[in-house]
């Protein structure tokens, strides 16, 4: 069955409903453009038809874009030459687009043609306002719910299906930028506010309004398509535009600093093809986009920050029991981390116990709910009906009884063993049998904290970041009695909170922390050396890290730093690693410069809080070196040093799945998105390669650079990590 079909009215206006057949919303295939392409050509051939409208059959959505799938196919149907198979499958849609575009109208006087609106009934991105801007009028549902925009930027691609070019010349360079360079979306008036959209209009009366408009017998060329052709803003070489590209290109670098190909090719396309014309511009923006389908950055981005991680938050790796939906959750400390995994519960819908040592701290860590709802109605993202709403959800408290009748415990109180056994025990005095008790820890190993447990299979690790309402992933860690229910509860209250999970097994620092760590200390280790602060600084966000090492200690504290070595030190005893990090960062304690909490670190800070600049005071005491490493030194230092960890943790059965270890490095602290993740870095540069480099870091730095066995043994059979791990691997095994 098609995933379009046509019905023509009495009035001669044909409706197109776009219906992809198994989604919840439409998403574009390979079959579903021929099969829009021989509709239009329905509509363009039969005088009867007077002009189309293109529609959903999705309640509340147009489309949320293209399968990237199809990308792979082209690449690998096209063989030896994939470059060109991309480029012909991609101008295949431009043709159809054009062919909306044009819609019949004589090429030399633009006269004849047959109007072609498209109705939104809400959410509409990538080629699903892609599609739209190929129209003649969008109209729009009033649908506050909806977004609409072009986010291919934020997966390492850009709008490749003629949206880079429409966009910037119907809004011009500067009101184009936010949705093409940030990926912006925006709410239906919002988008028609920006000139995106053309009307908004009542859902009710979507469909007979563009009919309408249809059988008004409206102008339909496109400005671009007529002579004398003005882009808003002034093109390249007006005054205007010059300084608007200008300026374009200054931000791009400050953003990307020349990490991300995506920006810079995107930009490229829109400066290149505004000095021709429609249809060269076209091709120009195709060969651009093709350009960034054939960087690895982008197959890598594609493949983790949107295949991948769409995989785990559908449950990929999710134990095969019933159905584990929370519905109460009990919350145990009201501090900040506590609050705001009260915040994300209420706003999925759950009913929220908030506990803590007293009333007045409960009430405390509830008041975080009502001030994070005052900001969103004074930009009025909510309204006070909503914050009631929100705020009754949560129950504060002091009394463990009214934990009764919770499905889901998360504790959250101090990080001390001692402390989490006793909250444990009083909880298991209270609640049901069935109930499984989740402990949010960065560091305290499962296993031992389920010792206080009556239960221990049911007793589980849900590690989330800072603060919780903004952070994307959530770690799961199974101790060693952990079963699958325990691991399932997790994972569906995941999805209900609408972040994106991984599932890793007990071992000291689990997986995230396990890798930064080493990034922090090393950039440390270095200061130690007498590396120039600011060459490690920049070193690292020039690689895509978006903190640089010592600015991220400053903004964690540096008494954390000093918590985490001791208490390392004491697990480890004489298996305990000695650094120079240390000697920096116990110094930076003594001194009392604790970070951005102190106005005092690494960097120095103003009276508000802003960072002024690096603290001149460092060299005083860690002398700045005459001969300094260059930069790729220092940028495999930091990133190998990262992606070793993740190589031992897959090696010893901390991960289980390689695309954890990439959705969750990027998510969980921002591993160099454009790398896909440190897996897929390690593709990108060649497991014999890396084998290689790791070994001469290692002899130069010492053994926290030692190839692990595994990538060695990778590297001598020329494998790669995604041929061997990868879930096409582990099918083909199967």
Known sequence: MSDFSMKVGDDGVAIITWDTQGKSMNVMSMQGFADLDALIDQVLADDAIKGAVITSGKEGSFAGGMDLNIIA???????????????????????????????????????????????????????????????????????????????????GIFPGAGGTTRLSRKLGAMGASPLLLEGKLNDPKKAKAAGVVDEVVSPEALLDTAREWVLSNPKIVKPWDEKGEKIPGGAPYHPAGFMTYVGASAMVNAKTQGVYPAAKALLSAVYEGAQVDFDTAIRIECRWFVNVLMNPSSSAMIRSLFINKEALEKGANRPAVEDQTVRKVGVLGAGMMGAGIALVSAQAGIEVVLLDQSQEAADKGKAYTETFADKGIKRGKTTPEKKQALLDRITATSDYGALKGCDLIIEAVFEDVGVKAEVTRKVEEVVGADCIFATNTSTLPITELAKASQRPEQFIGIHFFSPVEKMLLVEIIKGAETGDRAVAKSLDYVRQIRKTPIVVNDERFFYANRCIIPYINEGIRMVAEGVEPALIENAAKLVGMPLGPLQLTDETSVDLGVKIAKATKAAMGDAYPESGADDVLFWLFDEGRLGRKSNAGFYEYDEKGKRTGLWTGLAEKFPVADEQPDLIEVQHRLLFVQTLEAVRALEEGVLEDIREGDVGAILGWGFAPWSGGPFSWLDILGTPYAAERTAKLAETYGERFATPALLKEMGDKGQSFYGRFGPKASADAA
Request: glycine share 14%; aromatic share 2%; hydrophobic share 45%.
């Open 73 to 155: 196919k082209m690449k690998e149907m096209a063989g030896d030459n994939p470059a060109k198979g991309l480029f012909d499958g991609v101008m295949g849609m431009h043709a159809i687009l054009r062919k909306i575009e044009r819609a019949g109208m004589d090429p030399k006087t633009n006269k004849g043609g047959k109007p072609i609106a498209c109705a939104l009934p809400g959410t509409a991105l990538g080629i699903g306002l892609e599609i739209p801007l190929a129209c003649h009028r969008i109209f729009a549902a009033d649908n506050p719910k909806a977004k609409i925009g072009l986010p291919e930027i934020l997966v």
